[in-house]
């Protein structure tokens, strides 16, 4: 598929994170036309222009673009399509998200006389942008809210086109279905759901008098070991690979942790999804200042796993590559915002 409907148009990537830095490069890279939309002067803007682009403030970006892709966090949004976004795009131009949250929750209403699109790589930055060097790409789902032009479903593949999604697979969606969806993977499994899991193995090793050490490998560091098996061959290849051991351990224990009771709750988790009681919840801490969100954090930071972690870690010469040699250049590159 080609990114044709594209070539003469001026994308504006607001935002320079990880999935922003990726997205303007891999489009740049691939013939079209990139501006770059970020706060004056913040470490993102000196990084962007070191690295060769246009930059301007958000509202100067999205006057002269023809696809605005919002590639910032969430919770700013909002704020950034009412002050800079909806006062200066363009009738009849494209705005793009990765992620449905603030169209399928009406955080934002967009305005009627433009394309509203998403286009969401299954992957990191790093490995959008890794990958598309490598003359590959990260699949993409992608979706359309709001076709204005008669071309809205175009612009989308073109714009996965251009970041490389083309060269693995697109898989069309609706922004409900990826925002739901993407919700609950991260709250049920992906992330609340791996971390507890692992914080409860973890608390019953050590509390039944074993080594935090011991404990902390059992359960924590090696599951990258099985999650790499299942990321490069599913459950089939995990099985083949593990021992026959493991594998009755599996089969009959499995069910006992993961029993109906944790399916039962995770529909109650996704239901909480669906009817926007979790939206909600997040909107008002947001507004409130993060209080329980950096509680929350800070428990976890703070729970015995990461503490006997660290110190693991910190001797896991693999995780730290050598430094490279002194060349006298004392300057590092500002961390992306």
């Not at 930059?55 to 919770?75: F, N, Q, R, S, Y």
């Not at 898989?171 to 914080?199: R, Y």
Request: glycine share 10%; charged share 25%.
């Amino acid at each position: 598929m080609s990114h044709t409907i594209l070539a003469s148009s001026r994308i504006a990537v607001l935002g320079y994170g990880s999935q922003g830095r990726a997205h303007a490069l891999n489009l740049r890279d691939s013939g079209l036309d990139v501006v770059v939309g970020l706060r004056k002067d913040g470490p993102s803007w000196h990084k962007a222009k070191a690295e060769g682009f246009r930059v301007a403030e958000p509202g100067e970006a999205v006057k002269t673009a023809d696809l605005v892709a919002v590639l910032t966090p969430d919770m700013v949004q909002p704020a950034l399509y009412t002050e800079a976004i909806a006062p200066n795009i363009k009738p009849g131009a494209a705005l793009l998200f990765a992620h449905g949250f603030n169209i399928h929750f009406k955080q934002i209403t967009p305005r009627q006389d433009i394309d509203v699109i998403l286009v969401a790589p299954k992957g990191p930055g790093a490995l959008v942008r890794s990958e598309y060097e490598r003359g590959r790409g990260v699949p993409d789902i992608w979706a359309v809210y709001q076709d204005v032009s008669g071309q809205a479903e175009e612009k989308a593949i073109a714009y996965a086109d251009g970041i490389g999604g083309t060269r693995a697979m697109l898989i069309k969606t609706d922004f409900k279905e990826e925002t739901e969806t993407d919700l609950f993977g991260e709250q049920a499994v992906l992330c609340g759901g791996a971390s507890s899991l692992v914080q409860a193995g973890f608390e019953t090793l050590v509390e039944a008098g074993y080594q935090p050490e011991i404990a902390y490998y059992e359960v924590f560091h090696e599951l990258k070991l099985i999650v790499d098996l299942f990321y490069e061959g599913g459950v089939e290849k995990m099985l083949k690979y593990v021992s026959e051991t493991a594998q009755y351990g599996d089969y009959v224990s499995g069910p006992r942790v993961i029993d109906a009771g944790v399916k039962e709750r995770m529909q109650a988790v996704l239901k909480d999804i669906q009817d926007g009681t979790f939206a909600q919840n997040w909107i008002a801490e947001y507004r409130a200042g993060l209080p329980n969100y950096r509680r929350y954090k800070q428990a976890d930071l703070d729970h015995p796993l990461e503490q006997v972690g660290r110190k693991l870690r910190a001797r896991m010469t693999w995780l730290h590559p050598e430094p490279a040699p002194a060349t006298g250049a004392t300057d590092q590159e500002p961390a992306v915002a």
